[in-house]
């Protein structure tokens, strides 16, 4: 396949050979024509790199219906890594190292909040052993004592450009996982006598189970096996023969799998959500209805799920754990873990929601990269957004996060401003796919609008408009209480503007924007609680782009300082007072 491809990692898929062969033809319980059989067994290729490996065994299977030679071919449902395509099998993607084991975590929680009896299975490469997120998972799957969670992990030594940390120390991995409270077995990892024993004792362990396998890379092939140099090269075509040659050629039987035993599970009850009751003008944290808005959710429907990172009680998703505390999944401060859990936990038919400060979602980007390539169904709520958290500092000043949810394909990103809006929206992500990014304030903020309104997905709200705008002014969280001051200092002045609610910040309409724009004066002032690049100016400015229309961007440029919530919004000028300003001066009045 990978001489045919001309690129691939043949190395990696043959150390694993045997450890492939026991999981799909013998340990395995799976329906290979059900792809969504609730109780089949899982298994996460964590090495997607190894993708040439998986795809004959869902062939042989019978799972997936392919030429296995179109391997990393242009429009071929069998890529170089892992990634989910109709017909597959695949349902999470992987080769960003590091991930598998979070996943693997997620899906075998999801099976211990089912009351189901299958079992996960996640393949791991001993070079991705030193990625953090990977302790990160194996810490919470002791804790929530998921002994339905195998991992094994192929020692084969290798790593692409040479060996790794520990090599074939393989008691290093035995005493690092055996710490985090793991079931751990040291095995041959080509003789099948003992991955098969070693995969019968994990099936009556009472914790999660690690089974570390001895393996060589290039095994069975004399002039690939444990050389260095071979790392993502396919064997050239004039050497394919020989290679070939030295590989048995037995006549393989054909295995019955065995099908899981079907599970009746009652079906938790779905109702229509309550909102809360708002008043205009009380004043409201959206991060409080944020938390208000999921615990009615929770308690409406069993499948939704409130994940977080140990700042519940300032995200206020706690407010599902009072509630709801069997719909609360605490991940404690680990939030790439969070992530690769939520997929696991979507992938069995949970609505997850998971939150904590926006300023800490960043360094779960690669999570939310890979997560956002396997079509998930997760909603993220980052709370303490922007400088107007005020004293904490810029180490909690989540701004970066709208470009960062942005950038990512099938996301969509809302920013609620007042209470109403941010319930409405958190009810609105459970019912779309892909990922969902809603940023949510620290601070108290007037409630805006009556229970009635409704918040359309690519929608913005028009707050203030006359026949006589100079400009318009958008907001969104805590620039559109700035924009309303400012719109309040204008007047004084006899200076109208427009003022609009930008809570629908990807998808966005922007034909029907700049058709609005036009009939109030075509001057545009944005202002952000967002540094510049990749946020609502930059969002708007290319809506914007050859339609006469202009955009003046104010947003987070200096270095974040602590200091009261107001004097930050003024230093970076972005308050009301420098909206007006800018309008002023962008007006020529």
Known sequence: MTTEAGS?????????????????????????????????????????????????????????????????????????????????????????????????????????????????????????????????????????????????????????????????????????????????????????????????????????????????????????????GWHGKPVPKDQLEAALKEIPDVQMPIVE??????????????????????????????????????????????????????????????????????????????????????????????????????????????????????????????????VSIGEDGGSQMGLEDIGMFRALPNSSVFYPSDAVSAEKLVHLAATLPGIKYIRTTRAKTPVLYDAKEKFPVGGFKILRESGKDKAVMVGSGITLHEGLKAYAELQKDKIDAAVVDLYSLKPFDGKKFIEFVKKHGSNVIVAEDHYPEGGIGEMVSGVALNSGVEVQCLSVTKLPKSAKPDEVLAYEGINGSSIALAVKKFSGV
């Open 8 to 228: 691939g990692h043949p190395t990696t898929c043959l150390s694993c050979a045997e450890i492939m062969a026991a999981l799909f033809f013998h340990e395995m319980r799976f329906d290979p024509k059900n792809f969504e059989n609730p109780d089949n067994d899982e298994f996460i290729l964590s090495k997607g790199h190894a993708a040439p490996i998986l795809y004959p065994c869902l062939v042989r299977a019978g799972c997936v219906k392919a030429d296995l030679l179109s391997l990393r071919k242009f429009g071929s449902i069998l890529e170089g890594h892992p990634v989910p395509h109709p017909g597959n099998w695949v349902k999470f993607a992987t080769g960003s190292l590091g991930q598998g084991l979070s996943i693997g975590v997620g899906v075998a929680l999801a099976g211990k909040l089912q009351k189901r009896s299958f079992r996960t299975y996640v393949l791991m490469g001993d070079s991705e052993s030193a990625e953090g997120s990977v302790y990160e998972a194996a810490q919470l799957a002791h804790h929530y004592n998921l002994n339905n969670l195998c991992a094994v992990l192929d020692a084969n030594r290798l790593g692409q450009r040479g060996e790794t940390m520990p090599g074939h120390h393989l008691e290093q991995y035995k005493n690092r996982f055996q710490a985090f409270g793991w079931n751990t077995y040291v095995i041959d990892g080509h003789n099948l006598n003992e991955i098969l024993d070693a995969f019968a004792k994990a099936r009556n362990s009472k914790q999660p189970t690690i089974i570390i396998a001895k393996t060589f890379k290039g095994k069975g092939v004399s002039f690939l096996e444990n050389k260095e």
């Open 257 to 386: 799998i065995e099908k899981p035993k079907a599970q009746f599970i009652r079906a938790g009850e779905k109702k229509e959500g309550q909102f809360t009751q708002y008043k205009i003008g009380d004043l409201v944290a959206t991060r409080e209805a944020y938390g208000k808005a999921l615990a009615q959710l929770a308690l409406a429907n069993g499948n939704v799920l409130a994940v977080d990172a140990e700042v519940s009680n300032s995200t206020f998703a706690e407010d599902v754990k009072k509630t709801r505390p069997e719909q609360f999944v605490e991940c404690f401060v680990a939030e790439q873990n969070m992530i690769g859990m939520a997929l696991g936990l979507a992938s069995r038919g949970f609505v997850p929601f998971a939150s904590t400060f926006a300023a800490f979602l960043s360094r779960a980007h690669d999570q939310l990269r890979m997560g956002a390539l396997s079509l998930p169904a997760i909603t993220v709520c980052g709370s303490h957004a922007g």
